[in-house]
């Protein structure tokens, strides 16, 4: 709190840098899920068509749609956190400089663009007529979990960054495996029965499920599950911090 303004210059520069020079500026942040949103339908609607039962919809573009949304804002923040250090190291070896802002900076510069891709979605589902306004609520707990693990492993990622520079990478790779071990372009119910506990360990997967909850009116996770990815995210979040925090003494010298 006591850095609040710089904060918001740093996410309003990072915006800013993304765009400077493109012809449409900050309006690609629409272009760009507009363009996935009507890719999906074309080949999901028309080409391969895949059925959902127990969903909340029938529209496979939507159900791939809304779980995309949390999975894409967490894993552009991550990516984007593990280098934010090394990027910005003539600020990190200025003399009292809050580093662990440049990662809260891209991580809220990942919501904003996520942001906007939930804007349209929204606006898609109410001229398509299958917005669900009574359960939007569960965007907020959604949303919070979202960035909190984001936040904890980002900073985690952007400590261990700075003196080994293979970490980017690695997260890259991680996020890949992450992808397809979270019930995004699956619905959890075709999850062996086995495997479903373990999946539910996930706090993204309770993410996504609230996601779908609020947009296209899937079953809301459990106050369990909600519980149980908090927790989660909580000391992932603390964890990182730490972590950043035991190493950041040392940034200056490495970088």
Known sequence: MR???LLR???RRDLQS???GSLLGFFWAFVHPLWQLALY???FSWILRVPLSGEGTASFPAFLFAGLLPWLGF?????RSTTAVVDQG???RKHRFPSELLVVSVALSAVCHQLAALALFIVWQGFCGGLQAAQSVWLVPGLIVQFTITLGLGWAAAAAQVFFRDVAQIAGVALSGGFYLTPIVYPLSLVPEPMRPWVLFNPLATVVAGFRAALIGG????LGAWLMAAAVAALVDLAGWGFFRRLRSSFADEL
């Not at 894993?75 to 990516?79: D, I, Y």
């Not at 079953?219 to 459990?222: K, L």
């Open 75 to 79: 894993s552009e923040g991550l990516l």
């Open 41 to 43: 339908t074309v080949v």
């Open 18 to 20: 993304r765009y400077r």
């Open 3 to 5: 850095h609040t303004y």
């Open 219 to 222: 079953r809301p996770p459990t």
């Open 9 to 11: 210059e740093l996410v």
């Open 90 to 92: 003539n600020l990190v």
